[in-house]
């Protein structure tokens, strides 16, 4: 990051990239207290252009290509590729672009991941993206055990709305209304 700083804000400031900062406390007042800057995921502000430049070197990419995209038979992880679609729509509805990230070599339980923090109703909530019927939620799970007084857990996904063990189950398409 000592290296790079400049640039990554060169990208946020014209609107290339958006900038998601690991919070080290979700439990604290503010997120942005609790930044750790070195650690950071940048997401490209179009996602047409993220697909488009990711796969550009593939055979093929034509109608036919975007034709698999709409009928999910692309064959590569789209989780990125939704994880971007919806730091978008979060940045688009005023969030700042917060996730949680910690790692333990010595304690699998501390190795968790949440893709995005958001505060709602005075409380930060936990928000994981998933592109597939993918039913894993440890680190949803593992993230409430840590921080018991955050807000609603929520995953969204390609599915309908719906509530299982606490968790609130969302359409993608509706993250601009958290």
Request: proline letters at 3%.
């Amino acid at each position: 990051m000592r290296d790079y700083e400049n640039s990554f804000m060169w990208l946020a400031d014209g609107m290339i990239s958006s900038l998601c900062f690991n919070a080290s406390d979700p439990s604290s007042v503010g997120l942005s207290m609790y930044l750790d800057r070195p650690t950071l995921k940048c997401y490209m502000c179009d996602t047409g252009l993220l697909v488009t430049h990711a796969l550009m070197d593939r055979d093929g990419a034509d109608n036919s290509f975007y034709r698999d995209i709409l009928l999910d038979r692309l064959g590569v992880n789209e989780g990125m590729f939704m994880e971007n679609i919806v730091a978008q729509m979060l940045q688009a509805s005023g969030n700042r672009l917060f996730y949680y990230y910690r790692s333990d070599a010595g304690n699998a339980e501390n190795n968790m991941e949440v893709d995005f923090l958001i505060r709602a109703n005075r409380k930060i909530c936990p928000i994981e993206v998933k592109s597939s019927s993918s039913d894993s939620v440890s680190s949803l799970k593992k993230f409430h055990r840590r921080f018991p007084n955050t807000g609603q857990q929520i995953i969204l996904y390609t599915g309908d709305v719906k509530t299982a063990d606490g968790i609130l189950y969302l359409p993608a398409y509706m993250a601009p209304f958290l």
